[in-house]
Antibody, heavy 113, light 112 residues
Framework: QVQLKETGPGLVQPTQTLSITCTVS????????MQWVRQTPGKGLEWMGF???????EYNSEFKSRLSISRDTSKNQVFLKMNSLKTEDTGVYYC???????WGQGVMVTVSS | DVVLTQTPPTLLATIGQSVSISCRSS???????????LNWLLQRTGQSPQPLIY???KLESGVPNRFSGSGSGTDFTLKISGVEAEDLGVYYC?????????FGAGTKLELK
């Protein structure tokens, strides 16, 4: 069955880079778009971007300058990297497969020194 | 960006009561391909969002038929016909007709 699981650092210092991995199973990354969404106390749910089945990406301009989404299809993994972190980036980060109606459990990220 | 305004912010209901949540968009969500990409999600406490409805009115697999969605253009409604205890949580509308995809602020459904 379809599963998505995010793994990440938990705590990141301000100005540093956040790296989160979404490991998937039960479907092929080359067939579907993979989304990244975050949920913060300040702004609620925010769409961050996606990687298409063909590998191209689309980003929310809110994050575009510091966000990168990539994947390794051989490992069934999708990656989110965001640099120049601020305390306002604290929240839960989700990967999601909207076309089939699945979200990961999310990973809590705290940005603090 | 498209702004989705949900009302009410909080909804108090008794078990068995029917309730409705409104989602109004700042722009029409009708895509040039004829689809309207308006979905509804439920987030229970401590859980990730769970998709309920897609394309305005289509139920995701496994979602009870007491949930229904309707609307067009800029005005959309989620109706629960007979609230059950498992329906409590925060409901969100979301759109992906226009970039960036956006979410409403949520409507919290609580027991009266």
């Amino acid at each position: 069955q379809v599963q998505l699981k995010e793994t990440g650092p938990g705590l990141v210092q301000p100005t540093q880079t956040l790296s989160i991995t979404c490991t998937v199973s039960g479907f092929s990354l080359t067939s579907y778009y993979m989304q990244w969404v975050r949920q913060t106390p300040g702004k609620g749910l925010e769409w961050m971007g996606f990687i298409r089945s063909g590998g191209s990406t689309e980003y929310n301009s809110e994050f575009k300058s510091r966000l990168s989404i990539s994947r390794d299809t051989s490992k069934n993994q999708v990656f989110l990297k965001m640099n120049s972190l601020k305390t306002e980036d604290t929240g839960v980060y989700y990967c999601a497969l909207w076309e089939l109606g699945y979200w990961g459990q999310g990973v809590m990220v705290t940005v603090s020194s | 960006d498209v702004v989705l305004t949900q009302t009410p912010p909080t909804l108090l209901a008794t078990i068995g009561q029917s309730v409705s949540i409104s989602c109004r968009s700042s722009q029409s969500l009708l895509h040039s391909n004829g689809n309207t990409y308006l979905n509804w999600l439920l987030q229970r406490t401590g859980q990730s969002p769970q998709p309920l409805i897609y394309l305005v009115s289509k139920l995701e697999s496994g979602v009870p038929n007491r949930f229904s969605g309707s609307g067009s253009g800029t005005d959309f409604t989620l109706k629960i016909s007979g609230v059950e205890a498992e329906d409590l949580g925060v409901y969100y509308c979301m759109q992906f007709t226009h970039y960036p995809n956006t979410f409403g602020a949520g409507t919290k459904l609580e027991l009266k």
